[in-house]
């Protein structure tokens, strides 16, 4: 099981330019969470997939983020257009049953 | 309130010490709960569950209490390996999505 699989691990952009972080889930896991973790607001959860459907987006900072999973090994996270303070450590996890398992996470500097 | 409120830390503790860290939540109707471990510059990975009777793993015990809503992580007989930032987690009942805490940092020191 090669577990759940981010890419980039790390992106240097500059402000204003479209960044799009990719997750390939735990194969079977039916869930999928998009995390973003800073030193001053820890983890917060930004979007959740239950069976490819986005249940709970209310994390989602404004507009300028989206998300999508076309199916169930796939899902994506794009800033368009990216910020200073969108800085962070983007984490993908899954789950089936019990508890999650991340991703290595996209280290996200906007410049 | 927080949903998931931890002490922060840090914990700075010798090699051989006792430590315990609590953190409380506030949906009483949460029935998951769990203990990670995230190490610096890496993700997060489960320490274990959290069940109703207390459960334990070799050194590291893990307790509920619904009544006063809160966990505790119990880690005796410290290792230099244990210093990590421990993150306490809930669900969120409605969606069953999981509540992270700030998580409290641990350094084991010789």
């Known amino acids: 099981d090669a577990g759940v699989i981010q890419s980039p691990r790390h992106e240097v952009t500059e402000m204003g330019q479209e960044v799009t972080l990719r997750c390939k889930p735990i194969s079977g896991h039916n869930s999928l969470f998009w995390y973003r973790q800073t030193m001053m607001r820890g983890l917060e959860l930004l979007i959740y997939?239950?069976?490819?459907?986005?249940?709970?987006d209310s994390g989602m900072p404004e507009d300028r983020f989206s998300a999508k999973m076309p199916n169930a090994s796939f899902s994506t996270l794009k800033i368009q257009p990216s910020e200073p303070r969108d800085s962070a450590v983007y984490f993908c996890?899954?789950?089936?049953?019990?508890?999650?398992?991340f991703g290595s996470g996209t280290r996200l500097t906007v410049v | 309130r927080k949903e998931v409120e931890q002490d922060p830390g840090p914990f700075n503790v010798p090699e051989g010490a006792t430590v315990a860290f609590n953190c409380t939540y506030s949906n009483s109707a949460s029935q998951s709960f769990f203990w990670y471990r995230q190490d610096c510059r890496k993700e997060p990975k489960l320490l274990m569950s959290?069940?109703?009777s207390g459960n334990e793993d070799g050194r590291f015990t893990a307790q509920l209490n619904r009544a006063s809503q809160y966990i505790s992580l119990l880690i005796r007989d410290s290792k230099l390996s244990d210093s990590a930032t421990y993150l306490c987690?809930?669900?969120?009942?409605?969606?069953?999505?999981?509540?992270f805490g700030a998580g409290t940092r641990l350094t084991v020191k010789p």
């Open positions: 997939f239950n069976n490819n459907v986005p249940i709970d």
């Open positions: 987690v809930v669900n969120k009942p409605r969606n069953n999505d999981m509540r």
């Open positions: 996890a899954s789950r089936a049953e019990g508890g999650y398992t």
């Open positions: 959290v069940y109703s």
